[in-house]
Every structure is written in C-alpha cells, then in structure tokens.
C-alpha cells in the first residue's frame, strides 16, 4: 500500500470515529432531553397523587370517627351489628423478644 492510500484510511478511520462520537454525544443529549421534558407531567401526577391520598385520608377519618360510626349503628341495614359480650373478646399477649 501507497503511503496515499494508508492516509486515506486512516483518514476514513478518523472521521468515522468522530462521526460515531457526535452521534453518541446527540443521542445521549436527546435522551436526557426526553427525561427533562417529562419531569413537569411526572410532577403534575404526583401532586395529583398526594392531593387525592389528603382527600381519601380525611374521608377514612370522616367515616371512622365515632359520632359517624354511632350514626351507622342507628341505621337499620347496621341494625344486626352489637357491642361483643366480655366473654366474646379475646386477648392475645405479645410474644416476649428472645433473649440473646
């Protein structure tokens, strides 16, 4: 081979490695553009998120708070549902930690 023809490899070689390196460096900026661009719909959800999750806390304590459960009880679709006896309740001791 000429001393021409082994600089027009390398050359070749050259601008193919650079070419190569442009598109690495535009295809990795194209996906943190991606990344970037979703962010404000990742937010939007999660504060959709949280707001629903305050809205369904308050309502579990809505429902769950005692003058609501007494009005439940006075209901005649609840009317089946009583106070247990003593003797119904049973109570469970926690199990004592081994000892090392």
């Known amino acids: 081979m000429s001393k021409r023809n082994l600089l027009f490899v390398q050359i070749i070689v050259c601008i193919s490695c650079a070419a190569f390196t442009l598109y690495s460096l535009i295809d990795h900026q194209n996906e943190l553009t991606e990344i970037r661009l979703a962010i404000p719909t990742l937010k939007k959800?999660?504060?959709?998120?949280?707001?629903?999750?305050?809205?369904?806390?308050?309502?579990?304590?809505?429902?769950?708070?005692?003058?609501?459960?007494?009005e439940l009880q006075r209901k005649p679709?609840?009317?089946?549902?009583?106070?247990?006896?003593?003797?119904?309740?049973?109570?469970?001791?926690?199990?004592?930690?081994?000892q090392d």
């Open 45 to 70: 959800e999660v504060e959709r998120i949280e707001k629903e999750n305050i809205r369904l806390s308050y309502e579990i304590d809505r429902f769950e708070s005692p003058i609501h459960l007494m």
């Open 77 to 98: 679709e609840f009317g089946h549902l009583h106070y247990p006896y003593k003797d119904d309740i049973i109570v469970l001791e926690e199990p004592q930690p081994l």
